[in-house]
């Protein structure tokens, strides 16, 4: 790994990500391993670094983090910074962990009209990475536990709202009566009727999610089903939500990019198109392109990449 | 207890209560027992039974019971009637347990304008309980669990619609990241916050879940708020959501009438007080005069008080 010119890590709540990036920013090497935040115990951060990144880790090659690593949970707090946030902000606020050559990126912060805050830390790298070479303004999704919706364009990020989608369907799967009438199998029919329930004029959350219970009862809903309803129940609720929250910024009509693992992406690249609303797929390994960006502007590595 | 004309009982999932009435409807004994249907093991509903009304438990004694007891997991299933159900329906429609006195009243099931099932089991009977004597139209809140309000008269139960407010408190409090945020105190300003957000215009459940998270991150919100913040979110989006079903059923401006545990309910007053609506808290037990009203309408007491 003579190459390296960056360690990037993508360093998460339960597992952590490391690649390796050559002098044009291509990953030549890559690395997981599930010692995520939650799992690193009494502080050993630093031991866990060294056992992610082995013999790439030395002092005579920048390393850099996104994530809960940088959270009051993480190695050492990286402040939030305000949203909106050019790249060159971000990238002139990293954080040095004492005694090591890694800097880590800032989370964003970012309030609503009525003054409540929103955050997000990680996913700003991965939108740095998958921002399109146009420069336009688009909406980028990011869906998981905290789903994330976020208005950006060359400059950086303008404006994001989170949704609990992933992990509200955790807790009614795992805990609710609604987890107790599910089957183990998939129904794609009973995700598309999810969905479509809570796209409709006056749905309500609170109220539709005793219809997962109701049509179970009613023997409309086969067990199997019962899941990919409750999912296309919540994804249908984030999409509504989101595209009213983006009507607001002005920007329902925005081409949206999804960012993240296929298979999830390619769910709510289905749920949007129920919804009228085309998504394309964003690269694989947006956090290393993003991280790679950001120590770009940060002067770490070349901005310029040899021909 | 020779005053005893009827043996009535509340049988719901977790506990059971039942209530010794005289020839005039009034109670004369009182018994509650942690029998509720999840709790008796074997189908031994005979012996729970026994167990909870003892001497007053007689051939002699007509024995009505609602709630879970008529579900499919109960002792004998009382089969859903359809709403809009008049009382004189309903009370003709009484499931005889085999070989003992007892009778139970059937659920309801309404199907709203897609044809999605909603389903109560006891709920219809506390309707009947706290119905007024004026006879008008009116909206019927039973908080809970799964919330109910309803539109009752004179004549019976028109419409109804659930909310899954208490489920998703308790999954959320007890397994969610907002939960290990929450300390045990409570906060009645951190409630109205809550409440207002979700009443707020283009409030959306899903995104302002994460707003405890955020809120408490930034210090807003102290730890022992954001249990009493939660609450408020799903209330105030219980009470929104509602708000907008009464109002396709026409009735925005009708009388609210809160069924239920006083607690709870002056809780629930006091969020519709912020949402602009006066409720008025219906009659303690009821169950009690609900099961009275069905048993007269069913012949098996008098359905003219003696002077």
Redesign the interface.
């Known amino acids: 790994m003579t190459d390296t010119r960056l360690l990037a890590i993508d360093w998460g709540t339960s597992s952590a990500r490391a690649y390796a990036l050559d002098a044009r920013g291509t990953v030549i090497d890559e690395r997981s391993a599930p010692l995520g935040v939650q799992r690193v115990t009494d502080g050993r951060f630093a031991d866990a670094l060294a056992k992610l990144c082995g013999d790439a880790l030395s002092t005579r090659v920048p390393a850099i983090a996104c994530g809960m690593i940088g959270s009051r949970q993480g190695w050492i707090e990286a402040p939030y910074r305000d949203c909106p946030a050019d790249i060159d902000a971000i990238a002139g606020a990293l954080t040095r962990v004492p005694d090591t050559p890694l800097l880590i990126v800032p989370g964003l ?1 970012v309030r609503d009209a ?1 003054g ?4 997000m830390r990680g996913e700003e790298t991965q939108i740095i990475g998958a921002l399109d070479d146009s420069g336009s303004r688009g909406i980028y999704v990011l869906p998981g536990t ?1 789903s994330k919706w976020a208005i950006a364009d060359a400059q950086g990020i303008v404006n994001f ?5 992933g ?2 369907y955790g ?2 799967r ?4 609604l987890g107790r009438l599910a089957g183990d199998g998939s129904d794609k029919a009973a995700f598309d009727r999810g969905v479509e ?1 809570s796209l ?1 004029g ?1 749905a ?4 539709d ?3 997962a219970r ?2 179970a ?2 023997g ?1 809903l086969a067990s199997d089903g019962v899941g990919d309803y409750l999912s296309g129940l ?1 994804v249908g ?2 999409i ?3 595209r ?2 983006a009507a ?1 910024n002005a920007l329902d009509r925005a081409r949206v990019t999804l960012v993240g693992e296929q298979a999830l992406c390619e769910r709510y690249a289905h749920a949007l198109q129920l919804a009228g609303i085309d998504a394309t797929q964003g690269p694989a390994a947006a956090a290393a392109r993003g991280l790679w960006r950001i120590a770009q502007r940060a002067g770490l590595v070349p901005s310029v990449v040899p021909s």
């Open positions: 912060i009525a409540v805050p929103d955050v905290h709202a989170s949704f609990m989608t992990e509200l807790v009614l795992e805990h609710s009566i329930t409709r006056g309500a959350l609170i109220h999610l005793f219809s109701t049509l009862l009613a409309v919540l609720a984030e509504a939500a989101a009213a929250w607001r």
